[in-house]
Structure formats: structure tokens, C-alpha cells
């Protein structure tokens, strides 16, 4: 063997491929080359090592003894090979700024002033938010999937930490011309005589509401279904119905006019939004940071509900 000649970590995987496969043209298949291409690569590699690879006697491509020893080297090559450009594409995620975070619909909702305040101190940063079911982020997080977690409750799985953020209430979403527009408040009784426009995703709150309902042995007319929040406060505006969503969710088209919010006492449970995380285990910059700006967005509420 020419020790000045470097093995081609190429053709180091289109031997292993001829290994596992036992065959020179399943691996030509597998790794959509021809057989002639796969041959000549190993030949390659044989007469750089000076030995033979695989017994040619053999159709399943059997190896030799130097083959078997050179299988164990390859396959730690080709793995430190696939963890160095790993390393190398995490420490260009950190370069970038990258934050994943796991909400339902309604989080997300909850989420935008933070992500704003975020924004202001790491333009550059890429937060990436994904649309994730209430009762999996726990274990998201904790599985390293999502690097931080939206929530109303706190999480069941250990090693989780939660950061208050704020609070929401639950309200009566109705169109401006609606007769209960006008009221301060409203009872169970009085929306149970409403059509009623519902999101027809599983969560938390909504299996709340529904046994809240059930517990007062009052009616419930849902009259709609629909998978999107956007897709519930238009049927509102559209007067098809009234809907029971949390305030934060509607705070623009309030502001706007185009939707009124009443509140419902018996309905209205402080939501506490948080903000969780892994209690151990190093977080990557990013996270970090917004984790930081998190923490100094919360302080900054605090300080303001108590001015």
C-alpha cells in the first residue's frame, strides 16, 4: 500500500454498500449508479490497499478476511465523517441564530409580542415555530426535538422548567351588531342560546370548556367546526355564529372593530402562558438568548401590572 495515498471516503461507502448489500449490483441500485461505476470503484480501492476486498468466486459477494478488517475502519470513518459535518452544520445554526419552538394555534397567538421583542435584539436570528399538539411539546422538549415550548398548564414530565409570561381569559367573540355585543357580561345560558363557532382541534381548553358546560347542565349549540382560529373569527365577522376563544387571540380585530369581546365569569380562568424548557443539558446561543429576552420581557410585565 502507497501510505501517501488517501483513501476516498467515496469509495469507502460504496464498499460498504457492496457488503451490506452482498451484491455489486445492489449496491449499483441502492446508490443509483451503474454496476460497472460500483466495480470500478472498489477495484479502486484494492489497488490502493494492494489487497482483495471480495471473493470474486462468490455471486454474494462475499468478503475476504482484509475486507472484514477493513469493514470495522470504514464504518468508523464514514461515521466520523457524518459527525464532524453535523458539528460543523450545528455550529452554523448557532453562526445563524436558530430557536425552535413547539405551539398550538393558540400559542402562537400568545407568542408574537415575544417574538417581536426578540427580533429587536437578534435581527438576524431565525425563529422557527411549529405547529405542535398541547400535550406533545412537553416531551418535544425534552427529547431535544423543540428547544422551548408554549403552554397554558404546567407540563407533567420531569426536568421541564416553565417561565410565566402573562395571562389570558377566555372571552365571547361576537360580531359588533350582535345583541350581546352590547352587554358587559354574559352567562353560560345566555351563549348556549347562540349558534356557536368551535375549533375542532383537541386541546386542553377546549375539553375544559366542554366539561364546564356539561358540569352546569347547560347547552351547547355548535353549530360550525373548524380546524383554524383565522377560520373561527371570520365565520364570526360573517355572523355565522359567536365563539369562545382566549382575548390575545383576537386582540387586532378587537382593536379594529370587526369583533366585540364580552367576558364570561364563569368562564374566565386566567390562562397562564408559559414559556418551558429543559432544566439540564447545555442550550445552544440562540436558545440562550431568548431565553434571556424572555426572562426580561416577563420582568418588564411584571413591573408594569404592578405600576
Known sequence: MDYDTAMDLAELKVFLTVAAEHSFSGAARKLHRTQPAVSQAVRRLEDELGERLFDRSFKDGALTDAGRVLQGYAEQLLRLSE???????????????RVLIGANEAGVHSLLPLLARYREAHPQSLVDVRRVPSRQIGLEV??????????????????????????????????????????????????GRQPVVAHNDPSPARERVLRLFEERHAPLEIRISLPSLDGIKRAVEMQLGVALLPRR???????????????????????????????????????????????????????????
Open 83 to 97: 459527525e464532524a459535518e453535523g458539528a460543523v452544520r450545528e455550529f452554523q445554526d448557532l453562526r445563524r441564530g
Open 142 to 191: 425534552l427529547q431535544r426535538s423543540l428547544d422551548f415550548g408554549v403552554l397554558t398548564f404546567e407540563p407533567a414530565e420531569r426536568g421541564l422548567v416553565s417561565l410565566a409570561l402573562g395571562a389570558d381569559e377566555l372571552v365571547l367573540l361576537t360580531h359588533p351588531s350582535h345583541p350581546l355585543a352590547r352587554r358587559r357580561t354574559v352567562t353560560l345560558e345566555d351563549l
Open 249 to 307: 387571540c383576537a386582540l387586532t380585530e378587537i382593536a379594529r372593530g370587526q369583533l366585540a369581546a364580552v367576558r364570561v365569569p364563569e368562564a374566565r380562568r386566567a390562562r397562564r402562558l408559559r414559556l418551558i424548557y429543559r432544566s439540564a443539558g447545555e442550550r445552544s446561543h440562540a436558545a440562550e438568548a431568548f431565553l434571556t429576552v424572555a426572562r426580561e420581557w416577563r420582568a418588564a410585565g411584571a413591573r408594569t401590572s404592578d405600576a
